[in-house]
């Protein structure tokens, strides 16, 4: 099957100089969830507002089912949704004539039933005729998901949908964001939350200084990449590591205060039980324990670290072989 | 093209013209009087007539004009400046809108409501003064593509402007010396020859002068200069908002 929006050597280079997007290529299939992981100025943003018709891409092509941006703009418009980074709603609008705003300004005609499931589904049905002026950050965030499926795109972006978000509203959205790929969406988000795209995506597209360094399902890449650690903190200095325990991956700090042990969370058994009932019978006071995931950072190292060991090439040129490969 | 997008920009522009119909309508008419009592009775008074016209009859045009090159001007830079201030401009470009879509239904929708306003304003002259339209299917035409021409360029307007500053500033330092300057309140022929000449490259003259001739039969220039200049104006304004949506200037990275 043909893939719903097919991205070939798209590049975004500035008057000034700069390069947002660096020959990127992508295919992505119908009813999938993205999410393009990368810190704040990689070009996600930029990726998405070329697709969507807000940046004017230097080189490159993409097609959105079939239909090519820049020649058969319409068509591939149509098949679009746009839920942006920063919540942009007129104040004095209700919500409802608000999204039934935006289903006119893409040509469709009045679909009442329509809007009010839209409104049903994202917990605004109630607040229908309020002005957007008088909503909570998190319901303005889901009037815009609200528009965005007004006209019943096949396609949503969703740019950075929990930035500034507090935590039961990220999970909210998750939940909202689920929901949509049931109905049969196919979604791409931003995100620079590892724990946002391991908690939503099927794929994860790595993005950095412009360049898609990879793209791999999910399970694939958290199964690589991303490693927790446990740290112990004992009551009393140890002078050495028990024996056999260095080969399971832990090891003792300098001063002998604290044991760090690198897992596998996603393990079926990850040793952290076999680890404190060891250290209980050693009658090993503990002090406290924590643990931390591979941050985006040490991901990313992880990511240029392997690359360049593998092949001995650029990184660039090896990465992008690859990300042809996940498809 | 979708005429449905035009439809939903222009009704939707409408909207807030009539959610605050006493405010719009209530300045322009107040304006009005206040232009009548100074100009019509303070120093109507004194001029008896021009060119065979009672005074206070004779300004009739020249206000309405005043009102419709401020009104769109204003109503079209506005309505599209406001999507840019909010970001919701976001939504026009990524709709399957094109220019054409997006340009008729904000220049539409600030000419409508000039029109409006000058008809009101029409209206509220006849409390004070005698007016006869001589040719009104004329009148209207003028008042439709002066409407159109300055509502095209209040939209540019809207789309160069990065600050609300920006977008005063051109009305004020521009379109009002303009106007004043262009006759609504006095025939060019009033004036010294030299004057009079550097008068005519006033590009408002030949609208006052077109629309009075409709109200009275009398004008500055010829009424088909008049006609001419007016096209020529809506015909390079739309050439330069083709030219900034496929470009993007101001509104595309």
Known sequence: MAPIIQIDHLSKRYAGGTTALDDVSLSIEAGEILALLGPNGAGKTTLISIICGLVTPTQGTVRVGGHDIATDWRAARRMIGLVPQEIALEPFETVANSVRFTRGLYGAPPDEPHIEQVLRSLALWDKRDAPTKTLSGGMKRRVLIAKALSHKPQVLFLDEPTAGVDVQLRREMWQVVRELRASGVTIILTTHYLEEAEEMADRIGVIDRGKLLLVRPKDQLMGEFGRKQLTVELDAPLAALPEGWGLRGITLSADGRSLEYDYDARADRTGIGRLLAELGRLDLGVRDVATRQSSLEEVFMALLAGEQAAGGQAVGEQVVGEQGDAR | ?253
């Open chain 2, 1 to 253: 093209m979708s005429w449905r997008s035009i439809r939903t920009i222009y009704l939707h522009e409408m909207a807030r013209f009539f959610r605050t119909i006493w405010q719009s309508l209530a300045s322009p008419v107040l304006s009005t009087v206040l232009y009548f009592v100074v100009f019509g009775a303070a120093i109507g008074g004194r001029i008896q007539s021009v060119e065979g016209v009672p005074y206070g009859a004779f300004i009739v045009p020249g206000l309405m004009m005043l009102t419709v090159l401020q009104q769109s001007v204003a109503n079209a830079s506005f309505g599209i400046f406001f999507p840019k201030f909010s970001g919701t401009i976001y939504e026009y470009l990524v709709a399957p809108a094109g220019w054409v879509e997006v340009m008729l239904g904000f220049v539409g929708a600030a000419a409508s409501k000039a029109i409006l306003i000058a008809l009101v304003i029409l209206l509220t002259s006849f409390f004070f003064v005698g007016v006869h339209v001589a040719h009104p299917f004329w009148m209207l035409a003028f008042l439709v593509l002066t409407a159109t021409g300055f509502s095209l360029l209040g939209f540019i307007l809207g789309l160069w402007a990065k600050n609300f500053e920006q977008l005063q500033i051109v009305p004020m330092m521009v379109i009002t010396p303009l106007v004043f300057l262009g006759g609504a309140f006095y025939s060019a022929s009033m004036l010294p020859p030299f004057w009079e000449q550097v008068a005519r490259l006033n590009p408002v003259l030949y609208l006052v002068s077109g629309f009075r001739w409709s109200f009275f039969g009398i004008a500055d220039v010829p009424v088909g200069v008049s006609l001419g200049a007016v096209a020529l104006m809506i015909v390079a304004l739309l050439l330069a908002i083709r030219w900034i949506f496929m470009t993007g200037w101001r509104l595309r990275e």
